[in-house]
């Protein structure tokens, strides 16, 4: 099999930054591809062995267009999660001066969270979008028609540009978690410290199915940590939900909540079981932990084998 | 093993009409006891097969002697249900007329339920409590400190008493479930319409612990027909929870929300899966038929070892 | 109007000891009764100001009588509770000794509760059930049908008896609690340590009733120490739920709650808000502060009437 | 104040087909905008007396920059909501054909709903981002670096260009749905086929906040057509949800329900009750009906007020 990563690119992204912390991708090709769904469609052809892709923002959310691939594109399965720290720098070509901006190309998300700084230093300026946070960089180098851009920091190890301002984003927590995502459906080893995603549809049939849905992790003490709504797309109103739980398949609990939730759904999509990005070890209440879903299971096969109660 | 079943007698009580209803116990010994203990203590000890116990009236509720005994003794299993419709008759020595009632005897229990029709057609009535409904009417051989008693019907096929009144209960609609308890832990095959009783307790470490127990059967589709508190004992206020569900233990639905009481109960107590004495059949959505069970396993069994979805 | 207590006499019940606890009753008439319904009845007609009755024992749970009177008596208050040790003596005739006894008169409940006792030290005892503890007793000089009496302690106080033994009660830390009842609908002000008490109907139509019930009271923070179902009477498997809250109705978590169950519930009774037998204040989290409920009407006022947010 | 109406302009939008809905904005001054924040802009400053933001779109789901407005910006209401269809055309300067056409300018939201008509009838076609629907057509009148564009079926009303295809989304049934915001807090009167929008933020300090949270609707049996999560965008994972409850402030069970949601979250911003835009009643079992929160809060007075029960 191939050996390559496909990653949202050229060098100089966040999602390069994303690949750099993957062990297995060192010395190995890295494709750069131009937005998710080709990044996607390396790894279901075969050409890349996995993609690195951005599915949440904590100033933007989900990451819609990865929401909808993972529910769209059978047979991919999430191995690895990881976070970078979402900084900007507005740069410009050689000479420029932030006396000299008037024009500032830019990403509209990354507009959108450097948009206070902007108006506060270049109150009068305009923008125009770009496809992505390099190619507004590199749009410096194709025309004139924008002074500066936003880009990542890292964007000048690469290109030849001069930073005007660091820092410039409104929100200086900003981070954008990445999956690696992968055709492989070997599950990885549990760790203590996992994440298991899925994304279900509710029944038509019931008001309070959400409630439902949730029940089926509460009862069994899993804890989720991330609940997002996407339309199915066929009708206004109708929704899909993403979901990350803590724990990992193998974990009683957590595969006890999921063969609930694929009884109640009319469509659930398991995306993986792999290891948090901040390693922090799952902490359930003890009611929960493995030895006890087997003891249930040993104390009701023995009730139906009609063995006396010991 | 003997073949000997017990019950509340002596002969005409309504625990007898009951054990009637049996057709293994047909041509079998029947030991007639004085209280539930006996009847229990004849099963533990292997005198008899099996012992026919009251455990709920439509008037009364629940027979707490029955539930606390079913609780404390362990190794016995509820194997059958039957219903006896309770009515009651005044009943005296020959040639004694209703004008010459002047004291009555009665269980306090039939006491009670017939109190109206006692208190409008003999407003100056005495009352001698008996320890049992027979022990009443068999009271008025014994001496003359009663000139009546309360009865059930069939009384006057075994003794030479005389009915004053019939039908004198305030409600004519009274019932009796009775219980078919054994030491035999082969369950009886499930029919379709079937009931699984327990008994559990409530950790003690959060409020809202019953809503949790509950929603062990309602996430997985299981309707309660008897959910009722008996105290533990221990402590004012500290309760266990005696119940029935729809279905048999063999049902999947029914297994799997008794495995999720098990791992939440600090102590559950399977009483035994049997069929309903009306025999009607278990109404559940299709969302929670066997085969929903049985293919949500598939899947989760696929997903953990590895197998590309299909 | 009459400022007579009911109790259930005769001198020297538990009944007795619990309606010495209350200081209004100091001084005043006590007119003893032989059951609940001459207590209530008491209180119905005007006779008594109040009646003294048990609702709850720590062995043998509710009351059955008692509940069922309050949830078919309209116009009666709880406006006390009180808790009073249950323990036992067997009492005989002076000079009876231990190995004199072959009878024994005891209240059913008494009996249960000394069984243990009686067996391993009466062996071959027989016994013979009377209409209460005192009755019991003082069957004593009424025939010698008995050779000993099980009686509570105080009973000495009142009659020529004499103790064989003493707390031969199996479990040492019995308690019965007993509820003071009255028709005065002015409410006993809160104190932070109150009770409120309640009996209330599920609707028909739905399984999963009460869940919805509970609920009722768990999102408005409000914890039950109670909760009992009990037969309504006209058919098996209807029940009511009789529920003691934490709080006063004057609360406004309690007021919420008690809204949510009229709402919900076909037939709700209120039964009073009154002080906790132990005084220990209601815990609650802060989010459910009488505070906050008057904020949050504020709030709502503000928005319906037009009003800008501040 | 104004009688401006501010939208997304410029004409020939989708937005500006909503406003046409609008019969108050007949004859009034309408504004075009370029994005929701000048939106916005125009209503907080009272330039415009309304504004009209697109807020959810079938195939995209909640509009992020719309739902992130209306819960940063305080004093805002929804004051109506309008569905119109979404369908794109392809045009182009006059004289072109589809044979010609190389590289498409449109913007990335209708680039994606497009996609698979062009890749399947422009395989080898380049795409130009543009910040509007508009705007992308009007580029090909400003330079030629594009040769048709994706754009709203009205296009052809406002500018002279040439439609190569039509009906060209990969979803006929793509519709959005748009708010009509204001900064009149006078409500909208109920109609009975009405919607609330909220939003809301999470306690912090417990699991299952969202079960409390869904319940706090659920217990007083209202509908929800809209549930969404929103980062609050201070750190990773923590959200707020937006919401649509059906029923307008003034129905008593959805005061009920903002009452509890008021008091468990610790921010909630009111958006507004509005008519829905497909008029359609809401459905309700009757034990939620208005008369049903009056009555039980007439017989919760009474008993506060100590009123013998009638």
Redesign the interface.
Known sequence: MSETYSYLGPSGTFTEAALAQVPEAQGKEWHSVNNVGEALDDVVSGRSVAAMIAI???????V??TQDALANI??LRIVGEY?VKVQFVLVARPGTTLDDVRVVNAH?VAY?QTRKWLDVNLPAHGHI???SNVAAALSLFENDLADAAVAPPQIVQHHALEVLAENISD?A?A?T?FVLVS?N???PPATGADKTSIIAEL?DDR??A???L???F???GV?????????I???????RFVIDADGH??DERV??A???V???SPNII?LGSYPRADRAPVEYVP??DNG??V???D??RA??S????S
């Open positions: 949440e923002n904590s100033i933007e959310g989900g819609s267009a059978p047979g976070l509209p959108a979008p770009s496809t929100n927590n981070v978690r055709r459906t070997v599950l029944p008001s309070g959400l409630l439902e949730l029940e089926q509460s009862t069994r804890n989720l940590s991330l609940l997002q709504s996407r339309p797309g066929d009708a206004l109103g109708r929704y398949i193998t595969a006890d999921l063969l609930g694929r009884r109640f398991f009611r929960y006890v879903f003891e249930a299971r104390w009701l009730l139906v009609g063995e006396p109660e």
